[in-house]
């Protein structure tokens, strides 16, 4: 009997106008990811892997073809289903943090399990900021934390309401080696502490190597993909 991936791309195409005419970004990309799997997506900048992760997470939508979360196709749902699929079952980490400014570091993680109803929400997201060493910064906004601090309390927010997969766009990028290293141990140490499904884009292979497969992108085109041994 089959096992049905955990998300499923088939015949993704995502396209724009850019001066007159339609630009690919994405050109029929065939993809499927298996419960618990950790993939990484690399390639030049420009290749499509944000516009991938983004379609992937339903955070848009594309031009033709179908992504499938656990079965659902996504294209086929409306706003609204989007929004309470992706708080049911989805995390993302983004480069630049996305933690909301006139909110506490312990307010930016509370707010998803407040918008989903979640019983003791706070001592819930204040054990989750514990979790990541900043127990004691909770009533400290984003401009009053480092980066490094930032992207822990971003994951912390992506992991608090227990996602079943988690996309991250380059969650590494914009800290120094040290900070990127800290912060991708505690994202792959919750990873496999709670097997959450993980999709990864980077440009650091160096990060890309410690996935179980990568996924190499060019011009919207997957042109290969490496398993780890």
Not at 202 to 216: K, L
Request: aromatic share 4%; charged share 25%; hydrophobic share 40%.
């Amino acid at each position: 009997m089959s096992v049905q991936p955990r998300v499923e791309c088939l015949g993704l195409t995502k396209s724009m106008p850019s001066g007159g005419r339609s630009l690919t970004i994405l050109d029929s990309i065939d993809l499927s990811v298996d419960a618990g799997d950790f993939v990484a997506i690399v390639g030049p900048s420009g290749s499509g892997k944000s516009t991938l992760l983004g379609l992937m997470a339903g955070l848009d939508r594309p031009t033709s073809g179908s992504v499938r979360l656990d079965g659902q196709a996504l294209e086929t749902m409306d706003e609204d289903a989007l929004a309470i699929l992706r708080r049911r079952d989805v995390g993302f980490v983004f480069q630049n943090f996305q933690l909301l400014q006139n909110l506490t570091a312990l307010e930016n993680v509370l707010l998803p399990l407040e918008l989903a109803g979640r019983d003791g929400a706070r001592a819930h997201a204040t054990a989750m900021l514990e979790r990541v060493g900043l127990g004691d910064r909770g009533h400290h906004y984003p401009t009053q934390l480092s980066g490094g601090e930032q992207q822990r309390v971003a994951l912390a927010r992506a992991f608090a309401p227990g996602p079943k997969i988690l996309f991250a766009d380059e969650p590494t990028g914009n800290l120094d080696s040290a900070t990127g290293n800290a912060a991708l141990e505690l994202l792959l140490e919750w990873r496999a502490r709670d097997g959450v499904t993980l999709v990864l884009v980077t440009h650091d292979m160096s990060v890309a190597a410690r996935a179980r497969r990568r996924i190499h992108l060019e011009s919207g085109r997957i042109v290969r993909e490496e398993t780890a041994a």
